[in-house]
């Protein structure tokens, strides 16, 4: 009878592999701890986002003096827990927008509402005059499901290297658009009237790192020599750049 099953992802091919030489290496008799590493190792392979959470909540906390840093949050007592711990208010109101690139973000994460430790989700609202933009930037940890509430906005990411493709689009009111993990990606207010869109992330501290403000205006400065070869610029344009002061709008 032919085969009509689906091909495996890489995620599952590399899974594969690593199960096909844990169960070799068990015939050969090498020991437990091997195989459980292994195993671990195809887990962690398996996950592209913010752990599970191994309880209902867990809320954060401040951290201890002294205590060891984890990744992520010290969790409240679940019996101390409350509604206000994942609660916010505010998103109704517009950001700042009188600034060098004409928008603002208003972050809603795990620093605002404490109940979303652990849970792998967070949201922002960005506000655009007229023009504004959102510079090119990239989430570390988190790929963003952008909704266009009000105003026309040009949109669009570019794919790793090689290739270097721009993946593009016009939204309006309604409109929604995906901006995968760690990709770099920018919105423009191409309406003589403000905007604004809000966006899911899914991790509950996505990271961001906006692209002039990184290489520009990094502390300490990169060396202008460097840049000026990596970006194929006379060094004076670098210097220049590195002597503008670099808005961040989150």
């Known amino acids: 009878m032919q085969n009509f099953s689906s091909p495996l ?3 599952e091919r590399i899974v594969k592999i690593i199960r096909d030489k844990t169960l070799a290496i068990m015939k050969k008799g090498v020991s437990f701890l091997v195989t459980v590493a292994l195993m671990a190792l195809a887990s962690s392979l398996a ?4 752990p599970s959470p191994l309880q209902d909540t867990c809320v954060a906390i401040a951290e201890p003096e002294n205590a060891v840093f984890v990744n992520g949050k010290f969790c409240k007592n679940p019996n101390l827990t409350k509604a206000e711990d994942f609660f916010y208010s505010g998103l ?4 700042n927008i009188s600034n060098p690139v004409g928008s603002a973000v208003t972050t809603v994460n795990v620093a605002q509402i404490a109940g979303l430790n ?18 090119p930037h990239t989430h570390p940890r988190a790929t ?7 105003g026309t906005l040009l949109v669009g990411f570019v794919t790793s290297n090689p290739e270097n493709r721009l993946f593009t689009k016009v939204l309006n009111k309604g409109d929604v658009f995906v901006f995968p993990i760690g990709l770099i990606h920018f919105q423009f207010n191409i309406g003589h009237t403000n905007a604004v869109a809000i966006a899911g992330l899914s991790s509950q501290n996505p990271g961001v790192i906006t692209i002039a403000n990184a290489v520009f205006g990094s502390d300490p400065a990169i060396d202008p020599d460097f840049l000026a070869r990596a970006f194929q610029l006379e ?7 590195q002597s503008r002061f670099w808005y961040a709008n989150n």
């Open 47 to 50: 996950s592209a986002s913010d």
């Open 9 to 11: 992802t890489p995620t």
């Open 144 to 150: 963003e499901i952008l909704t266009v509430l009000e």
């Open 118 to 135: 652990t849970l792998g989700i967070s949201a922002v609202r960005i506000d655009y005059a007229p023009y504004g933009q959102n510079p």
């Open 235 to 241: 060094k004076n344009v670098v210097d220049y750049l």
């Open 92 to 95: 109704d109101k517009p950001g």
